[in-house]
């Protein structure tokens, strides 16, 4: 019962935030507050005082996605998210859940490419957006702001998946 529960917070977590970036295009400041809170009070129940530590390393671990955020490729809820997450899961399984949301990613943007039939204008649109942030030496951001763009989905789908297929014991 207690390893389900270990198992099924995360995937909680990451499903409400689904379906918030679904309905409102954002995760909600007061949501990853209270997962991160509830996952340290899951670290400490599983691991006593250590897992305070536990949490802490789990949590900062996803800070090297700031980098996409500052290029605008990647959203900051979805960061948020995968920090909530960490608290949880630690830093290793939170390694593997970024890593497997960025294959999920690709798979769904490739897909999005095809079903769109505009895979050379996206692949022109990175290259110049490479060109010119070398060039101006400026960083603007990468995704257009329209949700609705053929391009732009939301990232806490894959960041869902890998939850599920962690928790399932896939990877």
């Not at 935030?17 to 909600?28: E, F, L, Y």
């Not at 290793?92 to 690709?106: D, E, N, R, Y």
Request: proline share 3%; net charge positive.
């Amino acid at each position: 019962m207690r390893y389900a529960f270990f198992n099924l917070f995360p995937v909680a977590v990451a499903g409400v935030s689904v379906i918030m970036d679904i309905r409102t295009a954002k995760v909600d400041n007061g949501w990853i507050l209270f997962s991160m809170v509830m996952g340290l009070f899951i670290s400490i129940w599983q691991k006593g005082i250590t897992g305070i530590c536990y949490f802490i390393m789990g949590s900062i671990t996803p800070l090297f996605l700031i980098i996409l955020f500052i290029f605008g490729m990647l959203g900051a809820g979805d960061i948020k998210l995968f920090c909530a997450l960490g608290g949880v899961l630690g830093s290793w399984a939170v390694l593997k859940c970024i890593f497997i949301s960025f294959v999920t990613g690709a798979c769904i943007a490739v897909v999005l490419l095809v079903i769109h039939r505009n895979f050379c204008e996206r692949i022109l649109y990175f290259i110049k957006y490479v060109e010119n942030t070398v060039n101006t030496r400026k960083i603007i951001p990468y995704r257009k702001k329209n949700i609705s763009a053929p391009e732009n989905f939301h990232f806490t789908i894959p960041v869902f998946i890998s939850v599920l297929l962690y928790a399932g014991g896939i990877c």
